[in-house]
Nanobody, 134 residues
């Protein structure tokens, strides 16, 4: 089992940059993010949870939703069980609670539908609020 905790969310202005962090912890062997593929999702009020992007355990493979491609980047620091979401050129539509999610195993699902399906991720953080103002 692994526990995830996001941080870094806050109120920013449109056009600003922000970095979110997701740290893993756990008491059982293997409860570090290096054993997991890790994704970021977000959920705006009144909307369904939306896939943002995913990174493989090694960091070699990364996929993004079209809505954030070119503006957001995901990276990881396995030595410290951290995954980052770097967000640039933030827009009003990026306002949401951002969640990191993880699934055991480093290989990314071959289909985008599987990668973006929240049900594929058993482990979730509590979320961190990002608010973009004009």
């Amino acid at each position: 089992q692994v526990q995830l905790a996001e941080s870094g969310g806050r109120l920013v202005q449109a056009g600003d940059s922000l970095r979110l962090s997701c740290v893993a912890s756990g008491s059982t062997p293997g409860s570090t993010l290096s054993n997991y593929r890790t994704a970021w999702f977000r959920q705006a009020p009144g909307k369904e949870r939306e896939f943002v992007g995913i990174i493989s355990w090694s960091g070699a493979a990364v996929f993004y939703a079209d809505s954030v491609k070119g503006r957001f980047t995901i990276s990881r620091d396995n030595a410290n069980s951290l995954v980052y979401l770097n967000m640039n050129s933030l827009k009003l539509d990026d306002t949401a609670v951002y969640y990191c999610a993880a699934a055991l195993g480093g290989v990314l699902p071959p289909s985008s539908r599987s990668r973006s399906n929240p049900n594929q991720y058993p482990f979730w953080g509590q979320g961190t609020q990002v608010t973009v103002s004009s």
